[in-house]
């Protein structure tokens, strides 16, 4: 059962465009939901993330929105650049009775494409 | 300061060999984490080590997969008998502690079992 969804599985963007990256969950319990980053060769790295008391964050061009009743979050970059081009992963976890979110289940990643 | 390293960075194995993958954390990090990423998908959770001592082992397929972290700072993932559907990129991340919420990735180690 695969507790995060992610859509799409590709995307080619132009540079300068909008990027929009889609994910739905399915366990409630979920309460931490982080983007990664991830270039050939390398390990995932922390973009953004964001807990369901918000509806949205903004880091610098990058920027999530969360929609708790319908169980979706998405990640959008604005003015999408080469540089950007990579393989994207949202993920969720579950505070546990510690009160740590260490459990990420990511989603099976959008590889995106910006074209210059 | 460095990040998370993993060595080695490929291991080419045989059907039925041990293999040993090692992970150094960042300096400092107490707690350190191991996942598997199979071609194509998300990296999947398999332990978790708060200090010495491994506080969630849930996601280790099966009792062929076992990991260590002795002395609180370096990790082993150890796989005895390997078959080739243990062939993935193992990946390790370290926290500062388990409430920091980022997790730092290594590049990790891409295991091939022929």
């Known amino acids: 059962q695969q507790q995060v969804k992610q859509s799409p599985q590709s995307l080619i963007v132009q540079k300068g465009g909008i990027s929009i990256i889609n994910c739905a969950y399915e366990n409630t319990a979920f309460d931490y939901f982080p983007w990664y980053q991830q270039f050939p060769g390398k390990g995932p790295a922390l973009l953004i993330a964001?807990?369901?008391?918000?509806s949205e964050k903004k880091e610098g061009r990058f920027t999530i929105s969360f929609n708790k009743s319908a169980k979706q979050f998405s990640l959008h970059i604005m003015d999408s650049q080469p540089g950007d081009s990579a393989t994207y992963f949202c993920?969720?976890?579950?505070?546990?009775?510690?009160?740590?979110?260490?459990?990420?289940?990511f989603g099976k990643g959008t590889l995106l494409t910006v074209n210059p | 300061g460095a990040g998370v390293s993993q060595t080695p960075s490929n291991k080419v194995t045989e059907k039925g060999k041990y293999v040993e993958l090692r992970c150094d954390p960042i300096s400092g990090h107490t707690a350190l984490y191991w996942y598997r990423q199979s071609l194509g998908q998300g990296p999947e959770f398999l332990i978790y080590f708060q200090g010495t001592g491994a506080a969630d082992d849930s996601g280790l397929p099966n009792d062929r997969f076992f990991a260590v972290r002795p002395e609180g700072s370096v990790s082993t993932l150890k796989i005895q008998r390997t078959e080739r559907g243990d062939s993935a990129v193992y990946l390790c991340?370290?926290?500062?502690?388990?409430?920091?919420?980022?997790?730092?990735f290594g590049p990790g180690t891409r295991l091939t079992v022929l």
């Open positions: 993920a969720a976890s579950i505070r546990d009775s510690g009160g740590s979110n260490y459990k990420l289940t």
């Open positions: 964001i807990r369901p008391d918000v």
């Open positions: 991340a370290s926290s500062l502690t388990p409430w920091a919420g980022e997790q730092f």
